[in-house]
């Protein structure tokens, strides 16, 4: 077993060593926090940590939000690699109004308040929906935009009202306030929670769950485009209100978010944003005032 | 209209994007194996030394980023390291910062393994032919190591690459994240098409993983008869 | 940190922390098995067998588990075959174990003289006797760390199951989070509970390979 001669790998390990240390500290110069905020990725907030004021937000030319990239129609991304939805239309308007680039970061329903608390975002304007748990970790702009929870249930065997769910597999998507609403309300119930919106309707739809609760916008636009599912419950739980978010204690934003909102209100801003991206989802069933709020007045 | 999904594959920029991701994936995955096998090395010669409390550091160290989920790992270095000491790293330096501390901790252990596997025996019969310390390590145990080390670093590498689908989790856009989008986008038109998209990546990580193996494979044999 | 949250939540936490060590304790097991099995296939090279082995062997090396386990539980309903989370869990788990184990007896195995075998057999042993008496007591010593460092592997990999949906620790602190923003306090538990799973383990492992190591000793 014992080969006395140097073999080969031996030297050319040694070779990959000096090689490779070299490039870590090359890296390890990027990678330290030091003064100068060389950005090594398209994505790389690192800048400054924290809460930005608008003015500071202008001056780095940038502003990063927070949004979701699978939950179309109000944050996607689509075949050409781009952010759309009801979000994004909001979204580009805010960057375009201070006058800075919008960069998307893409968040998961659970961890919308850490991206905000550790600063890796400005804003999350991921169909945030104003709860009051939410409200002692964050700061809420006005709304944009009014939500209730609604159910999907197969059509040849609906679930028309809460009690009904009592005993039936519910299916939810974790963080997101129907989790919220029936962990609290109903902790009897039989709750399979999943981490994304794809997940959760394949779920569904692969017969893994007797009823879906999500936002009965999200609910309306499913059922409308797939015929084996009916919105069986369109409203209930309590009436909520959907609106961006700020890090708490970033007043100077939330401000800045909320005079925008009245300057858009007067445009009808969110109405437009209605016809060219939910629209064409809901159809005519659904009347955009019920969804949609203007001027930050629900 | 049609339920396959696999024409979803090539419409728009899909099939670019996914290999955009994969890019990701894979630039993520290499750095970090790249680091983990200098640190690995180091902590690996450290464990097997003489220092006591090298080598007590050293377990604990090991222990501690073995029984870590990589996940949870992830949300420190990403979330709380900002929250805490004010050090805000992108998704994807947050990325390779924890896949090295894991990396460094699995290679040191690897390494350790593959020297302490050489039969005691061997060193004192190179002792006896009168070798020095150095020429010892140099002749006899790191030949041996290395060779051993390989294809166990290889399936490292392999591993590597299919744990950075975790990465999504800090915003991170990577390939599996991006199927995601395009099936979550489509489901409309396409309710059939998670079978295909994550059909089609399932192959994607196959075949790029699979020629990281064929070449270590290449490599073990080429050794073997040196 | 919370404290009065943190107790109240370890119930919680233990009761997926058993979810967790079960559906790992079963995929090992299976996986040990599916290895043996494996590896014994390419030792006796039992044609056609043997290049199943290697494809499969490949197949499951070169695949993450979380987009075996999106297959199996997104995918495969698509065609008809619907399995419970559960099952998903622990079919994936042996499919992905498998191979880890197999590659690590086969090693083992190759690393060991192919004299001791031919020495076995003419010492009157059949086939079996010879892998089964000679060369796995002696492989299992070179393959413990590999052995070990793989059934760690699993028990942590079982932390992506939460994805379909299996209320195992990770699926538990991620509900925490969304639900009531007590991050600190839900990866505390976490961590805490990982390391009530695996640190006997580790610590179970490293004097086992000790052991065996010692019985190898002379060589």
């Known amino acids: 077993m014992s080969s006395r001669r140097p073999a080969a790998p031996g030297r050319g390990a040694w070779a990959v060593l000096a090689l490779v240390l070299s490039f870590v500290l090359a890296l390890a110069g990027c990678a330290s926090p030091g003064p100068d905020p060389a950005a090594t990725a398209s994505n790389a907030p690192t800048d400054i940590v924290g809460a930005r004021t608008p003015d500071q937000i202008k001056q780095a030319g940038t502003i990063r939000l927070g949004v979701f990239s699978d939950k179309a129609p109000f944050g996607y991304v689509d075949s050409s690699g781009n952010y759309a939805g009801y979000d994004i239309e909001y979204g580009n308007r805010i960057g375009q109004d201070l006058g800075v680039t919008v960069q998307y970061v893409p968040v998961e329903a659970a961890s919308r308040v850490e991206f905000l608390e550790s600063g890796k975002v400005d804003v999350i304007l991921a169909n945030f929906t104003v709860t009051p748990e939410r409200a002692q970790k964050v700061d809420f702009a006005n709304p944009y935009m009014k939500v209730s929870l609604g159910a999907v249930s197969p059509k040849d065997a609906p679930v028309t009202s809460e009690d009904a769910m009592a005993g039936k597999k519910i299916i939810v998507v974790k963080g997101t306030t129907a989790d919220t609403y029936l962990t609290t309300k109903h902790p009897d119930f039989q709750v399979t929670k999943f981490e994304q919106y794809t997940e959760a309707t394949n779920a569904l739809a692969d017969g893994r769950g007797d009823v879906w609760v999500t936002d009965n916008t999200e609910a309306l636009a499913y059922t409308k485009q797939n015929d084996k599912f009916v919105t069986s419950i369109s409203s209930f739980g309590s009436a909520d209100t959907i609106a961006a978010a700020v890090q708490k204690g970033n007043a100077p934003l939330r401000d800045w978010l909320n005079e925008e909102l009245v300057t858009l209100g007067k445009e009808q801003f969110f109405h437009k944003a209605y016809d060219k991206t939910l629209k064409p989802v809901y159809g005519t069933e659904v009347s955009p005032d019920e969804l949609v709020v203007e001027g930050g007045k629900a | 209209m049609p339920t396959s999904g696999i024409e979803l594959l090539f419409e728009g920029r899909n099939f670019s994007r996914l290999m955009l991701g994969l890019w990701v994936s894979v630039r993520i995955a290499l750095l970090s194996m790249l680091f983990s096998i200098v640190l690995g090395t180091g902590l690996g010669l450290v464990m097997n030394g003489r220092s006591r409390v090298g080598r007590a550091l050293s377990r604990v160290y090991l222990e501690f980023i073995r029984i870590m989920p990589p996940l949870v790992l992830l949300f420190l270095v990403y979330f709380d390291l900002t929250k805490v000491a004010g050090i805000n790293l992108s998704g994807e330096v947050a990325a390779v910062v924890v896949f090295t501390l894991w990396g460094t901790a699995e290679m040191g252990d690897l390494v350790r393994g593959s020297i302490s596997s050489i039969p005691a025996h061997q060193y004192d019969s190179a002792r006896a032919l009168g070798m020095t310390e150095l020429e010892l390590q140099r002749h006899v145990v790191l030949p041996q190591a290395v060779r051993r080390l390989v294809p166990l670093t290889v399936n490292l590498t392999t591993r590597m690459i299919k744990t950075t689908s975790l990465v999504a989790l800090i915003g991170v856009v990577e390939i599996l994240k991006v199927a995601q989008q395009i099936i979550d986008a489509n489901r409309f038109e396409y309710p059939g098409a998670a079978l295909w998209i994550y059909g089609a990546v399932f192959f994607i990580y196959f075949i790029v993983c699979f020629v990281i193996s064929a070449f270590s494979r290449r490599l073990e044999r080429k050794w073997a008869l040196s | ?219």
Not at chain 3, 186 to 195: E, P
């Open chain 3, 1 to 219: 940190m919370d404290f009065g949250f943190i107790r109240e939540s370890i119930p919680l936490y233990g009761e997926a922390a058993l979810l967790t060590v079960r559906i790992g304790a079963v995929g090992i097991v299976l996986s040990l098995l599916v290895g043996l099995v494996c590896a014994a296939i390419q030792f006796f090279r039992i044609p056609l067998l043997r290049q199943l082995v290697a494809a499969y062997v490949e197949l499951s090396r070169n695949t993450p588990l979380l987009v075996q386990l999106f297959f199996l539980y997104f995918g495969l309903p698509k065609t008809g075959v619907v399995m419970s989370s559960e099952l998903c869990a622990i079919v994936g788990l042996t499919f992905l174990g498998g191979s880890y184990m197999a590659e690590a007896f086969r090693s083992s195995l190759e690393a060991i003289d192919s004299i001791q075998f031919q020495s076995a057999l003419s010492l009157g042993m059949t086939r079996g006797q010879a892998l089964g008496h000679v060369m796995l007591p002696q492989s299992l010593a070179l393959a413990m760390p590999a052995l070990t460092a793989n059934v760690i592997f699993l028990l942590k990999e079982t932390s992506v199951m939460s994805v379909i949906a299996l209320p195992d620790l990770v699926y538990v602190a991620k509900e925490q989070i969304g639900n009531t923003y007590n991050t600190s306090e839900a990866l505390v538990l976490l961590v805490s509970f990982y390391l009530l799973i695996l640190l006997p383990i580790s610590l179970g492992a490293r004097y086992l390979e000790r052991r065996v190591r010692y019985a190898n000793f002379g060589d």
